[in-house]
């Protein structure tokens, strides 16, 4: 099956096509009266349709005749772009100028540099995002991308920007994928792309590339990002093009071209660290049977070992937004470092499950979120007081699909941004604090106040009060109950 991909600038229209298209009547319905080109997929058309292949690309915001463009040739797959390329040999793809590469210093991104310049004869502008993985994983990582071939590293600390603009919005909206997952991995790589964007620009490059998998989520999250942010961007996804299948198979390639093998003792796990969790895949977790070995864990001690004394926090809150510990006003990234240290020596924040990638399949995943779990108990039980009845299950309920649009990468779509407006304004008024008591890996809720609270002692009391007269209840009763009473009666003839 033939693909559409995108090659020509922003105001322009480019067909290609190979073989004559004249006496096909199908294709000048399917191209010379198209209207606008909104996504790749309306092009979905089979290179045999006609007599060999069609690219088509429209990035303006009207329709514009393809009578008045110029018309080239080219036929690309899923994993080459060619240009009239003789019979038995080996196509070419699409010349790039610069590429800025999401790098991490590991053996594949390392691999990734020489692939790129070798496959697209460009230069590798590496990119690496401090979201709170640690320094030991930013130590040498200039040395490692030069040596690997790049022309630049580009390291930005965005710590305070992730938790601030992408961590606590999710905080506020309560947003939990499938009952337990709180997001990490999904929150963190829209800040990491969008700053892959602004390098792009920054250095003139004309594309950007990743390290994920054609199997994973990261895939998809990435690069709805850069669509969404720059949609002129090329995106090169080294592993759905080359024919690396594994570690030795990268080994080999990294010393044929004299790119530097990462010396680290290789991980049996497949993880993910930011400032909000840790992430554990592979190995014997791939068997949902087997229990996760005691020291597959970082963050956060064993809860049978965890102090024998509980430790109480007192978590200040604004508009649905953590500000304090304790009394004191801590800038984002440091509340939710502190509260990390505070709740992994408790054992807080360990999950196991299940969960259904975006992609289709299944997939085991323990999470540690030690902070995390403390800050999103804290703000829902303020809530408890701040908010109604029927405002908490409205919240709840577009909870679930807060959470489900940051999973499956649509950060910036205008969904998420409007139910984000909604959670913002339905929490103006939970302010307040809330006291928790941490122990051996439970978090329980020991007090909570608000100025704002909806609360009231004088009404709630058991004893008896001047707003609420107990004798209105047995109206309120017969009334709320009618409905019931009537289907009963039809039940039985009356």
Known sequence: MAQVQAISSCSSVNLLFKGSIKSSPRIQDKFWCAKKLDSLQELGVKASEFNGLAIAHNRSNSALPCANHAIQAVLTNDKETTNSTPVGEKPLRKKLNKVVLAYSGGLD???????LREKYGCEVVCFTA???????????????AKASGACQLVVKDLQEEFVKDFVFPCLRAGAIYERKYLLGTSMARPVIAKAMVDVAREVGADAVSHGCTGKGNDQVRFELTFFALNPELSVVAPWREWEITGRED??????????????????????????????????????????????????SVDPQDA??????????????????LNGKELSPATLLSVLNEIGGRHGIGRIDMVENRLVGMKSRGVYETPGGTILFRAVQELESLTLDRETIQVKDSLALK???LVYAGRWFDPLRESIDAFMENITKTTTG???????????????????HSLYRQDI??????????????????????LPTRVRAMLEKGL
């Open 460 to 481: 709630s009391s058991f004893e008896s009060g001047d707003i609420y007269n107990q004798a209105d209840a047995a109206g309120f009763i017969r009334l709320y109950g």
């Open 250 to 299: 990268a080994i080999e390639y990294a010393k044929k071209h004299n790119v530097p093998v990462p010396v680290t003792k290789k991980s049996i796990y497949s993880r993910d660290r930011n400032l909000w969790h840790l992430s554990h895949e592979g190995d014997i977790l791939e068997d949902p049977a087997n229990e996760p070995m005691k020291d597959m864990y970082m963050m």
């Open 130 to 144: 401090d979201v709170g993985q640690g320094i030991k994983e930013l130590e040498g990582l200039e040395a490692k």
């Open 109 to 115: 991104t390392s691999v990734i540099v020489p692939w």
């Open 433 to 451: 604090s809330v006291t928790l008591k941490l122990y051996k890996g439970s978090v329980s809720v020991t007090g909570r106040q608000s100025p």
């Open 307 to 324: 102090p024998d004394q509980p430790e109480y926090v007192n978590i200040g809150i604004i508009s649905g937004i953590p500000v304090s």
């Open 402 to 404: 807060y959470a489900e």
